[in-house]
C-alpha cells in the first residue's frame, strides 16, 4: 500500500501528467464507488482469499517444523532399534508425519505388509488434512476472474443501453460503461494472480512434506524388515 501511494505521488511530480488532486484514499473510494455492484462479491472473495492464504501459511509452517523434528528423532531412535521409545515419540507428537509413523510402529509385530497398509491408510488420512483449504483457493482462483468477466459484460451493456436511449454514440455515454468494465476486469485478476501463486506454493510445500515422510517410512519399514528377518534366522 505504501509502496501504491509513493507511485502515485511521483507520477503527480512528472511534467506533463494530470494527476487528480486527490488523495490516495479518495482515489480508492473512488474505484470502489465505480465497481458498481460487482465489488460486494469481488470483496468477498478478497476477504476470504486473505483469510484462507495467512490461515494455511501458518498451519503448514507449524506443521513443516513439527514434522522435521520428529522424524530426525524416530530415525535415531530406530536406528538404535528403539521401537518402544519410537512408539512413544510417536503417540506424544500431533505432527502429521507421527501419526503415520505411529500407525506404522503400532502394528511392527504383525509383519511388514500390515505396517505398510496401516501406513499407507493413515497417509491418506494426513494428506486430506494437509490439503484442506486449498479447494478454497482453488476456487477463488477461478471465481474472482469470473466475477470480473461478469462485471465486464454488465459494463458493457449499461455502454450499449446508454447508445439505444440516446440515439447516438457519444464517448461521454459509453464511457461510464466501459470504465465499469475495464475496473471489475482488473479487480478480479488482482485477486485472483496472488491467489493462484499462493495455492501453487502451498502445493509445492505439501508435495515436499509428504516426500519427507514417505522416505522416513521406508527407512521405517526397511529397519522393521531387517529386525523381522533377525529374528527369523535366530528362531
Known amino acids: 500500500m505504501v509502496g501504491v501511494m509513493q507511485v502515485y505521488s511521483a507520477l503527480s511530480q512528472i511534467p506533463g501528467v494530470d494527476v487528480p488532486d486527490e488523495t490516495f484514499s479518495e482515489v480508492i473510494q473512488g474505484l470502489w464507488i465505480d465497481i458498481g455492484g460487482m465489488k460486494w462479491p469481488l470483496l468477498f472473495c478478497l476477504i476470504v482469499g486473505i483469510i484462507t492464504m495467512t490461515w ?13 523434528k520428529i522424524l530426525a528423532e524416530v530415525d535415531t531412535l530406530l536406528e538404535d532399534h528403539r521401537i518402544e521409545e519410537a512408539l512413544e515419540a510417536t503417540r506424544n507428537s500431533d505432527a502429521p508425519a507421527a501419526r503415520i509413523l505411529y500407525a506404522g510402529l503400532d502394528r511392527h509385530e ?43 459484460v454488465i459494463g458493457m451493456i449499461i455502454a450499449f443501453q446508454s447508445i439505444e436511449a440516446a440515439g447516438e454514440v457519444e464517448a461521454t455515454l459509453v464511457a461510464g460503461g466501459i470504465k465499469v468494465a475495464l475496473l471489475t476486469t482488473a479487480a478480479g485478476l488482482v485477486i485472483a494472480i496472488p491467489v493462484s501463486i499462493s495455492h501453487n506454493y502451498f502445493v509445492a510445500r ?20 531387517a529386525m523381522e528377518a533377525d529374528r ?3 528362531a
Open 232 to 234: 527369523a534366522r535366530s
Open 110 to 152: 504383525e509383519g511388514t505388509e500390515r505396517v505398510m497398509k496401516a501406513i499407507e491408510n493413515q497417509g491418506l488420512i494426513e494428506l486430506s488434512k494437509l490439503e484442506s483449504g486449498l479447494v478454497v483457493l482453488a476456487t477463488l482462483t477461478n471465481v474472482a476472474p469470473l466475477f470480473g468477466f461478469l462485471g465486464t
Open 206 to 225: 505439501i508435495d515436499s512434506l509428504v516426500i519427507d515422510m514417505e522416505e522416513s517410512a521406508q527407512k521405517m519399514i526397511d529397519m522393521l524388515h
Open 56 to 68: 494455511k501459511f501458518f498451519d503448514l509452517f507449524v506443521k513443516s517444523s513439527k514434522t522435521k
